[in-house]
């Protein structure tokens, strides 16, 4: 299996021969095996060189940028070796054609909400009540396919998720962790910072399983194709958002993993400092790889497959004309 690598130090990355080098500013060398390496995470200030970038396009490893706050930045994304004319014409159709493209907007959004039901379902039944709030989103789901243009489905999407987040404080209990509203750039409080960076985290994931298929991450249909460079993979995070971003964060903060004292108040909000950034990516790298049984598939599959699993179940529809259906977490 090959693993991502997070880089925090500032420091240069280097080929050498046929492996990757990186020596920090202190004078700290390590290598690492090009085998090994799906993508890099760079949060801390590195160089880097066109004959890097060029073995990183032949071995088909992507670099994802993170600025000093811990936003996302951006992707070098290596040219695509499964590129297909077929299913990149048969994305735009599906995007050109209205009643196409909302059947998938509509997919997203539903495959979102009954995740996050599931999500609340699961403290319900251990004594959080929960039933009010399940409820009301069960009847926004319900509207899904009244609605007629992806900004109508991005407003109920919002709602739902305005509901379900309106939750986390019954849950968490914890007042360090009080959620009152969704912020973002800068998020205003603990748990703001720790959903942004989750998401952020599942983002560039999807990018990355998205590459190594033959689908082409600038045609989105619940985000609009337009001057944004990538917006396949924030359709289909929305699905797993629920299943992997909050889950996780729901079990560091009962873990007590992640505290308060791993939060900083930067420009203007708060941020999460670098020894919580550790911390969460290290839970992250364990929740990506575990394994839960695929009911298709009859075995057991990691998270990070899973997210592959969905993808050609994307490529299916296009191609085959299978209609699409988001995958339902199993609790």
């Known amino acids: 299996m090959k693993k991502a690598i997070y880089v925090f130090s500032s420091g240069t990355i280097k080929r050498k021969q046929n492996t990757i080098f990186f020596q920090s500013e202190d004078g700290a060398k390590k290598y690492i095996p090009v085998e090994n390496t799906r993508e890099f995470y760079i949060f801390g200030e590195v160089t880097i060189n066109k004959k890097l970038l060029e073995f990183f396009s032949q071995k088909e490893i992507l670099l994802h940028f993170f600025n000093y706050h811990g936003y996302y930045v951006g992707t070098y994304y290596p040219r695509e070796h499964y590129n297909s004319g077929l299913v990149t014409l048969k994305q735009a ?76 404080d019954t849950i968490i209990q914890n007042p360090d962790f009080s959620f009152q509203q969704r912020t973002r750039r800068p998020p205003q409080n603990r748990l703001n910072a720790l959903i942004s960076f989750g998401n952020q985290l599942l983002y560039v994931a999807v990018l990355g399983e998205i590459y190594r298929t033959h689908l082409d991450p600038r045609i989105g249909y619940l985000h609009s194709t337009n001057q944004r460079r990538f917006t396949l993979n924030l359709d289909v995070a929305e699905i797993f958002k629920p299943v992997i971003v909050d889950r996780l964060i729901l079990s560091l903060l009962n873990k007590k993993i992640i505290r308060k004292e791993h939060f900083d108040a930067r420009l203007g909000g708060i941020i999460l400092k670098e020894n919580g950034r550790k911390l969460f990516l290290k839970e992250w790298d364990t929740r990506m790889q575990t394994t839960i049984k695929h009911k298709g598939l009859g075995r057991s599959v990691s998270y990070q497959r899973l997210i592959r699993l969905e993808l050609y179940k994307l490529e299916k529809h296009f191609i085959e004309g299978r209609p699409y259906k988001p995958y339902l977490m199993k609790y």
């Not at 039901?117 to 399940?134: E, F």
């Not at 009847?139 to 009244?146: A, G």
Request: hydrophobic share 35%; net charge negative.
């Open 93 to 168: 159709e599906h995007y050109l054609d209205e009643e196409k493209r909302m059947y998938l907007a509509r997919m997203f959004v539903k495959g979102a909400a009954d995740n996050i039901i599931k999500v609340l379902k699961y403290y319900d039944t251990r004594g959080i009540d929960l039933k009010d709030p399940i409820e009301r989103i069960e009847h926004l789901k319900s509207t899904i396919q009244n609605q007629n243009t992806p900004e109508e489905l991005m407003a109920i999407e919002g709602n739902i998720r305005d509901l379900y987040y309106g939750t986390f």
